[in-house]
Each structure stands twice: as structure tokens, then as C-alpha cells.
């Protein structure tokens, strides 16, 4: 799916707790009349990414600071990262999924909104409630970052 010709995706697994941040921005994002698309982990994160110019992401980022803290990377810094450690807690890394897509020609542009989590023990089907403030904060740095005006404006004040 796509919203002005760009890939937005959400990145996560149902029973993940917090690691499912990705996939509830992007429900966030449809309700909104945003389409975005959902898959489970990297790999098929690269399979999207294929042939795609330019694509927004949306993942839990471990590590990225305290919980409910909303990141912005560039795909260019996330390739820096392909190879190190990972962001992401999936098999193929997020900078990997990236750097395998443009080494086919795809992805040339690309964003992280990233929401730190922080590792929970378990099964769950609910977002922590750090995590889950973050929802409605990443789903607006997405419409900015697709050029919606005010969104933009609402991002800039909850920087």
C-alpha cells in the first residue's frame, strides 16, 4: 500500500507487547484514511521494500531510550548500522531489510519512526503504557513526513 507513491509499513508480531508498537501506528495511520501496510519481521520487510522508491517504517526500537520515546532515522543511518548489531529484534535487522532492498535497486529514500521499548519478559497483546502514549505521537511524525501540514506543525510541538 502506499500514500503519495510512498511505502508505509509497520513492523511487529501480535503477541509482542511492545514490540508490536508498529503495528498498532499503522492501524493508527488507516484510521486516519493513511494506508500502511503490516509485516512481521525483517525478512519480509525487505520482500516490501522491493522495487518500492521511497517508504516510511514504523518498529520498536530497543535501546533507542526510555519507553514511548519516538525516533526519527534516516535510511542512511540505519544502513550504517547493516551488519551491527541490530535496531530491531527481528531475524533480518531493519538496516539489513534496507540495505538488501537497495542493493536491488529500491528503497532509495527511506524513514524509521521508531518508538524505545523496553524488553518484557512473556506473551501479551497489549502495549505497555509508555509505548502505547507513543501511538498517536509516531502516527503524526508519519502524516509529517508525507507532507501533511498539520501534522507536521503537531509533531514540531511534541518534539
Known sequence: MTAGGTLVVGIGQPFGGDDAV????????????????????GAALATALAGVEKAVIIDAVAGGGPAGTVLHLSGDELCERAGAAPVSSH??????????????GGAAETHLIGVAIEPRE??????????????????????????????????AQEA
Do not use: N, W, Y
Not at 531475524?91 to 536491488?104: E, K, T, Y
Not at 501533511?148 to 506543525?153: S, V
Open 22 to 41: 508498529g503495528l498498532a501506528v499503522a492501524e493508527k495511520l488507516r484510521t486516519m484514511g493513511i494506508p500502511a501496510c503490516t509485516v512481521p519481521d
Open 91 to 104: 531475524g533480518l535487522s531493519v538496516p539489513d531489510a534496507i540495505a538488501l532492498a537497495r542493493a536491488l
Open 122 to 155: 512473556g506473551v501479551s497483546t497489549t502495549l505497555g503504557p509508555e509505548v502505547a502514549a507513543a501511538v498517536e505521537i509516531a502516527a503524526a511524525r508519519v502524516r509529517a513526513l508525507l507532507g501533511d501540514d498539520e501534522a507536521a506543525a503537531g509533531a
